[in-house]
T-cell receptor
């Protein structure tokens, strides 16, 4: 299977909360990341969490990490039309310059 | 403005052409990356340069040739590409971390179409 897995699509109503889930396989990952990609643009780092943390909150964004299950989630409160994008989960394996391993991305679709 | 620029934004080339993609970062970082983003695959890391030395080459075909003349500039030279090489090519940069935090900043990408 893939190193980092995500659902491909999530549809939510405007104003509701969105929860995007991700599972990863490498227990040695030191940091886990959420990136956002809007149409025609590159990836924008939204937030990250260190592997010894359970939760991180930043305004409308809440990241939850279950290290035992290797499960990461991103909650977006009060979802707006501007949140419509592809959200990528990524992990860094630590150590040398090996970059990031990304999931395939979750398309967040906002219904009016 | 992300601080990482890429040119051109769009490129159409034939299989016998030679072209180059350019990336420039204005963030004072010392590591730069090329990624390939295809429609049905996860982002694929192609090359990593740290302190202008190549440290990663994930079995990328030789028709892709990177060049990093200094810490601010990164090129991807293309020759005799195949239609399956059509994709969005993303450049990123970061500060080589001592703590494992790979906070990468991405450019907008070059949309490459090989005909």
């Amino acid at each position: 299977g893939e190193d980092v897995e995500q659902s491909l699509f999530l549809s939510v109503r405007e104003g509701d909360s969105s929860v995007i889930n991700c599972t990863y396989t490498d227990s040695s990952s030191t940091y886990l990341y959420w990136y956002k990609q809007e149409p025609g643009a590159g990836l924008q780092l939204l937030t990250y969490i260190f592997s010894n943390m359970d939760m991180k909150q930043d305004q409308r964004l809440t990241v939850l990490l279950n290290k035992k299950d290797k499960h990461l989630s991103l909650r977006i409160a009060d979802t707006q039309t501007g949140d419509s994008a592809i959200y990528f989960c990524a992990e860094s394996k630590g150590g040398g310059a090996d970059g990031l391993t990304f999931g395939k991305g979750t398309h967040l679709i906002i219904q009016p | 403005e992300t601080g990482v620029t890429q040119t051109p934004r769009h490129l159409v080339m034939g299989m016998t052409n030679k072209k180059s993609l350019k990336c420039e970062q204005h963030l004072g970082h010392n590591a730069m990356y090329w990624y390939k983003q295809s429609a049905k695959k996860p982002l694929e890391l192609m090359f990593v340069y740290s302190l202008e030395e190549r440290v990663e080459n994930n079995s990328v075909p030789s028709r892709f040739s990177p060049e990093c003349p200094n810490s601010s500039h990164l090129f991807l030279h293309l020759h005799t590409l195949q239609p399956e090489d059509s994709a969005l090519y993303l450049c990123a940069s970061s500060q080589t971390p001592g703590t494992g935090l790979w906070e990468q900043y991405f450019g907008p990408g070059t949309r490459l179409t090989v005909t």
